[in-house]
């Protein structure tokens, strides 16, 4: 607000002293008065185009904010939905497994001894 009052004073005080220096002359007069005017106008539609300017990036702003959400709702509903398979995963894997060492217990205490053996040899290297 201070600068466009500060311009004002500097063109005004501009053209005042060139006013003055040709001692009022009627045509320059008319001059002065339609370049004022030119420049308020000027001032006027820069006003106005700042003004819509900042609406639309407003709303451009409020359209990717919105985009953005409706992403992170998407990405958290496929998460959730990830972790639901892989826990049903996990729980049938857990159960074959206790279904498999009840059925074949000798087995089983083979197949972790053979397993424990590989490893104690892959260990020693």
Do not use: C, W
């Not at 004002?8 to 002359?25: E, I, Q, T, W, Y």
Request: no cysteine; proline share 1%; charged share 30%.
């Amino acid at each position: 607000m201070r600068r466009s009052k500060r311009r004002k004073l500097v063109a005004h005080s501009f053209l005042s002293s060139a006013r003055n220096r040709r001692n009022g002359s009627g045509a320059l007069h008319s001059i002065e008065a339609t370049v004022e005017e030119q420049i308020e106008s000027l001032r006027d539609e820069i006003a106005a185009l700042t003004q819509v300017l900042g609406k639309n990036s407003r709303r451009q702003g409020d359209k990717i904010r919105d985009q953005a959400a409706a992403g992170y709702d998407e990405l958290i509903g496929r998460s959730e939905d990830l972790l639901r398979d892989l826990q049903d995963g996990y729980l049938r894997g857990a159960n074959e497994v206790r279904d498999t060492v009840r059925k074949h217990p000798v087995a089983t205490i083979g197949a972790a001894a053979a397993f424990g053996l590989v490893l104690a040899l892959l260990a020693r290297r």
